[in-house]
């Protein structure tokens, strides 16, 4: 174990591996990775183990970690630390360069279990990459310490910050060349997909709706689906139907299934390389000739946009809109879809999955480190489909200027603040920690940890906007519901048995 000082000089941890940390006091420790399958024990800086499975599947190999305990010099006359741009103490960190067939990423995990990428920093000289062999090393600049509480936050720069703690620096290493799907590049989160998360239309019942691979369509389908008013769901981000809908209780689902006359179903869809619009040309082309139907969706997060361009799609469509029930939807975008932000929409996400796993969370973070190869190879040409949140952007600019059918949308809208209940000390800390920090992206904008609240249901230039309170749902920010966990709310069922009727 490596004792941290405080001082400029480097801390030789092992071959290739080593810190600088001046300013910050305390230990720095190189260990092998958990063995594989590990379960018992976990601390919640270690993750859980279908982060694990999730690194195995997307060919990802944990080589090293590194182990700190860390605590900024308070002393008068201390070595000034090292800062990111807003003010935040960090360390260096070396770790080898894994040579020209691969890359490395560190994914950093605190005591509170928030996680955070990290990507290497730019390299000071151009350097061939024939040229690369064994000595070269690859740096990362790690956030030494954050602000405790939401007040602490508007001081970062002075350098009234708290201790972190513990924490955990995984290296993770990935061949540039996935073995299936090709070279990381703008293609690779489309290819990925193809494979992974193909376009489907799928039959939803209290039966097969947590079953993945079931209930494809057919014509028969098609025709039972038109005689009457059906119910769609379409899934957001990273997501899934069966995975993105899980958490809806089992008794408001099966009344859904039984007023709908079981005519309901699902739409999976392209998330990361195609943009809402192109994702509703696919699910179009699948209706059968003359056949028309008269829907209302449920959407989550992305998928609110997705249900959108089918519901304000110019001209004629098969399909009708008749009620929308958009569930932490960005209609007015996320910043974090900006490319400055991307990589925090990642943190935020991977951090919401370790502490509320539930469900698919494995297959949902396996589309999540997809999108951390392409953010790392700066490869954002290939995620059209998150770019499509961007509320600076083109496509959402051109898509709030849409025209309503359709006779109503409803909102459910978040705001997460950390409950004082039975969530436990550690998800509480975790809050206040994760709120204080990344709420600077929203400029304290209330939001559910990835969509700002008002941005579900407020003016955004659509003629479908605001959505009237008597439609909405605002979750209050002491229930302690963030993004991923909007459906475990049991209000939330209770206003889809009310609004779908």
Not at 94 to 113: I, K, Q, R, Y
Not at 326 to 345: E, I, K, R, W, Y
Request: overall charge neutral; glycine content about 10%; some cysteine.
């Amino acid at each position: 174990m490596a004792q941290l000082t405080g001082t400029p000089q480097k801390v030789i941890l092992g071959p290739g591996y080593a810190i600088r940390s001046p300013g910050i006091q305390g230990t720095a420790e190189l260990k092998s990775p958990l063995p594989p399958g590990t379960r018992a024990g976990r601390a919640p800086e270690d993750g859980t183990s279908a982060l694990d499975e999730a690194l195995v599947a997307t060919n990802v190999t944990e080589v090293r970690r590194v182990e700190l305990t860390l605590k900024p010099i308070q002393a008068a006359g201390a070595t000034r630390a090292l800062r990111s741009g807003d003010g935040t103490e960090e360390l260096e960190l070396e770790v080898p360069d894994p040579g020209v067939n691969d890359a490395v990423v560190v994914l950093e995990s605190d005591e509170a279990g928030v996680m955070r990428w990290h990507f290497p920093l730019a390299e000071e000289e151009p350097v061939q990459v024939a040229t690369r062999g064994a000595g070269d090393v690859k740096r990362f600049r790690i956030p030494a310490t954050q602000p405790s509480s939401p007040s602490a936050a508007a001081t970062v720069q002075r350098g009234i910050v708290g201790a972190i703690g513990r924490k955990i620096l995984k290296v993770l290493v990935y061949p540039l060349l996935d073995p299936v799907i090709g070279a990381i590049s703008k293609h690779f989160a489309e290819n990925w997909e193809t494979r992974n998360r193909p376009y489907g239309v799928r039959t939803f019942s209290p039966a097969d709706r947590k079953t993945p691979g079931t209930g494809a369509v057919t014509s028969a389908d098609w025709e039972r689906l038109a005689k009457g008013r059906a119910l769609l769901f379409i899934h957001g981000t990273f997501s899934t139907a069966h995975a993105g809908f899980e958490q809806i209780p089992d008794e408001v689902f099966a009344s859904l299934h039984e007023r709908y006359e079981g005519r309901v179903f699902a739409f999976n869809h392209f998330t990361l390389s195609r943009n809402p619009r192109e994702n509703i040309d696919w699910l179009l082309a699948q209706v059968p000739a003359g056949r028309e139907l008269e829907v209302d969706i449920v959407c989550h997060s992305r998928g609110g946009l997705v249900a959108r361009a089918l519901s304000e799609r110019a001209g004629t469509s098969p399909i009708k809109v008749r009620r929308i029930v958009f569930a932490a939807v960005p209609n007015q975008g996320t910043l974090l879809a900006q490319p400055d932000h991307m990589s925090t929409m990642l943190d935020r996400l991977t951090t919401a999955l370790n502490l509320f796993p539930s469900g698919f969370v494995t297959e949902t973070l396996e589309a999540l480190i997809t999108g951390v190869k392409v953010v790392s190879h700066g490869a954002l040409g290939g995620l059209p489909g998150l770019a499509a949140m961007d509320p600076k952007g083109a496509y959402l600019k051109d898509f709030n200027m849409g025209t309503p059918k359709g006779d109503g949308y409803y909102g459910i809208a978040v705001d997460f603040e950390p409950a004082d209940t039975d969530q436990g000390l550690r998800k509480l800390i975790t809050g206040k920690v994760a709120d204080a920090v990344l709420d600077r992206v929203f400029q304290d904008a209330a939001n559910d940890l990835v969509v700002p609240e008002a941005g579900v249901y407020s003016m955004n230039g659509s003629g479908a906007f605001p959505i009237p309170e008597a439609r909405l749902l605002r979750v209050p920010k002491d229930r302690g519901i963030i993004h991923t966990t909007v459906f475990s709310h049991p209000p939330v069922g209770e206003r889809m048995l009310e609004w779908l009727v």
